[in-house]
T-cell receptor, first 115, second 115 residues
Framework: NAGVIQTPRHKVTGKGQEATLWCEPI?????VFWYRQTIVQGLEFLTY????????DSGMPKERFSAQMPNQSHSTLKIQSTQPQDSAVYLC?????????????FGEGSKLTVL | AQKVTQTQTSISVVEKTTVTMDCVYE???????LFWYKQTASGEIVFLIR??????ENATVGHYSLNFQKPKSSIGLIITATQIEDSAVYFC????????????FGIGTRVLVRP
């Protein structure tokens, strides 16, 4: 069985450019999460979809960051006008909903470097 | 708001011995779930073990076990008979009802198992 797939694995952008990260959750999982990992902050929650609907975006920076889930097999995280402080590993995770206690299955992450 | 604290930054142990990691959490909910995840050198994050707050028995999976002390809001991870491949960063995480399905993670504890 394929796990959570994230692309690209590595992305380098210049300051001010846009970055789009993609995530394909595990088939049958109806919850999709985005986390950001840095040395200083650790694993930070960004946003969460359930059955493609946005449920909680309390961790998303209010400006420049947006996430979508246009279909059940695909979610994107877009960062406009990237800044050096956006450099991090962006992790996508999926889980079952209902009957599941919240166990997350993580992708390998997309490492974003903003120069 | 929920909070998860891991105070041990790093631990070094000799192979085949036991390592114990601490984690304390804060929640206002009476029902919650506690998790431990492992992040390997490749960056992969995998689920290890879970403790449901309403269960008195400590969870055990393979050579992983938990020391759940509810009055102290503490959930320690114990790894017995450690192997070199247990070297990784270990994250404690919590999900409570107020958080929906999202997990709040601790900062992580780096474990080095040496020969």
């Amino acid at each position: 069985n394929a796990g959570v797939i994230q692309t690209p694995r590595h992305k380098v952008t210049g300051k001010g450019q846009e970055a789009t990260l993609w995530c394909e959750p595990i088939s049958g999982h109806s919850a999709v999460f985005w986390y950001r990992q840095t040395i200083v902050q650790g694993l930070e929650f960004l946003t969460y979809f359930r059955n493609q609907a946005p449920i909680d975006d309390s961790g998303m920076p209010k400006e420049r960051f947006s996430a979508q889930m246009p279909n059940q097999s695909h979610s994107t995280l877009k960062i406009q006008s990237t800044q050096p402080q956006d450099s991090a590993v962006y992790l996508c995770a999926s889980s079952l909903v209902g009957g599941n206690t919240g166990q997350l299955y993580f992708g390998e992450g997309s490492k974003l470097t903003v120069l | 708001a929920q909070k998860v604290t891991q105070t041990q930054t790093s631990i070094s142990v000799v192979e085949k011995t036991t390592v114990t990691m601490d984690c304390v959490y804060e929640t206002r909910d009476s029902s919650y779930f506690l998790f431990w995840y492992k992040q390997t050198a490749s960056g992969e994050i995998v689920f290890l073990i879970r403790q449901d707050s309403y269960k008195k028995e400590n969870a055990t999976v393979g050579h992983y076990s938990l020391n759940f002390q509810k009055p102290k809001s503490s959930i320690g991870l114990i790894i017995t008979a450690t192997q070199i491949e247990d070297s990784a960063v270990y994250f404690c995480a919590m999900r409570d009802n107020s958080a929906g399905n999202k997990l709040t993670f601790g900062i992580g504890t780096r474990v080095l198992v040496r020969p």
